[in-house]
């Protein structure tokens, strides 16, 4: 539904972002993850046909978002990072007057409207003034303006940022009825967000792509490789300098004692060590006594922190 190749923006001198390529499948609910001027905004606003990219190319429900923007932007829904709002509009007049431009069919439009509101639960707020209405009602009226040509894609930039929790719960569960018929991609910072809602995950700095796979197993890739717990005998003052020195350590964190005389500590490595047969071996020659050695399970902030800070080491 969505193919991205060799996607490149340039702000003058400044790195947009640098040879992007994935796709996503029809149906699919894609994450995109990255640090602040990661360029996950940038990467929308070209597939949604707002900026012109660099170089590089991207089709959209079939249609190249360069050469057929019109028929691009007729199956596209998009929730922008700020969305320009008519404060002095009433909720439904200006969901109306975006179907208008959206081509929505003009006796289709009033059904269009009460239906987008019902999905979005603003249905109780048709008499307002969007001017009047909280930021989480807001940012509500900008997933209804979204939806109102209904959409095979919809692209959504931080569609929670800035609501109270409760709101978060309520769009989040909203958007997850979304997917189905839908191909969505949604960007956020809040990692568990993007776990619970996305069936794959990319992760963008600095302008370029650094992964791109299901939540699971970017968890299971890195968690079984990568960070390990050992409960060692003994109370030496040189275990933590010594698991320092093994090949592949990044980190040592030490939790502590226990009555039974063992320490335990968590042990980071660098991606592609075999974190558990390293260190076990490195126990071994040193005779110390192992009494434990587990993978740790990483979060996906685990791995993003992981991801991001590897590469600028
Ligand atoms: N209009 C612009 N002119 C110049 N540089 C820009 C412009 N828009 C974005 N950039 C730069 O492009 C890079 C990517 O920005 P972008 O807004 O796409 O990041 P982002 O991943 O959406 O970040 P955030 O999480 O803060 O929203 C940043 O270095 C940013 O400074
Ligand atoms: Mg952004």
């Not at 894609?30 to 990219?53: D, H, Q, S, V």
């Not at 260190?279 to 740790?296: N, Q, T, Y």
Request: hydrophobic share 40%; aromatic share 6%; charged share 25%.
């Amino acid at each position: 539904m969505i193919e991205v190749k060799d996607l490149t923006k340039r702000y003058g001198e400044a790195r947009g972002i640098d040879n992007l390529s994935f796709e996503v499948a029809k149906g699919e609910v894609l994450g995109f993850l990255g640090p602040n001027g990661a360029g996950k905004t940038t990467t929308m606003r070209i597939l949604t046909g707002f900026m012109p990219a660099t170089s590089g190319s991207a089709v959209v429900a079939g249609y190249d978002i360069f050469e057929d923007s019109l028929q691009v932007r007729s199956r596209l829904g998009y929730l922008p990072e700020t969305v320009p709002l008519y404060t002095d509009m009433q909720v439904p007049v200006y969901l109306r007057f975006v179907a208008g431009l959206k081509e929505v069919p003009w006796k289709k439009i009033n059904h269009r409207v009460d239906e987008v509101m019902e999905q979005v639960g603003l249905t109780h707020m048709a008499h307002k003034f969007i001017g009047e209405l909280s930021k989480g009602y807001r940012q509500r009226v900008g997933l209804a303006q979204a939806l109102i040509n209904d959409p095979e894609v919809l692209i959504l930039d931080e569609p929670t940022i800035g609501l109270d929790p409760k709101q978060i719960v309520e769009i989040r569960s909203l958007i997850k009825n979304l997917g189905g018929e839908r191909t969505v991609i949604l960007s956020s910072h809040i990692l568990p967000e993007i776990s619970m809602l996305c069936e794959r995950v990319i992760i963008i700095d600095e302008g370029r792509l650094k992964a791109n796979d299901t939540p699971g197993n970017l968890m299971r890739q890195l968690s079984g490789d990568s960070r390990v717990r050992a409960r060692i005998g003994g109370h030496s003052k040189n275990i933590q300098p010594e698991l320092e020195k093994i090949k592949g350590v990044k980190a040592v964190l030490h939790e502590g004692g226990d009555a039974g005389d063992t320490q335990s500590y968590v042990v980071d490595f660098e991606n592609g060590y075999q974190a558990s047969s390293r260190l076990a071996k490195a126990v071994i020659e040193r005779e110390w006594d192992l009494h434990e050695l587990s993978p740790v399970k990483m979060t996906l902030e685990d791995i993003f922190i992981h991801i991001v800070t590897e590469e600028e080491s």
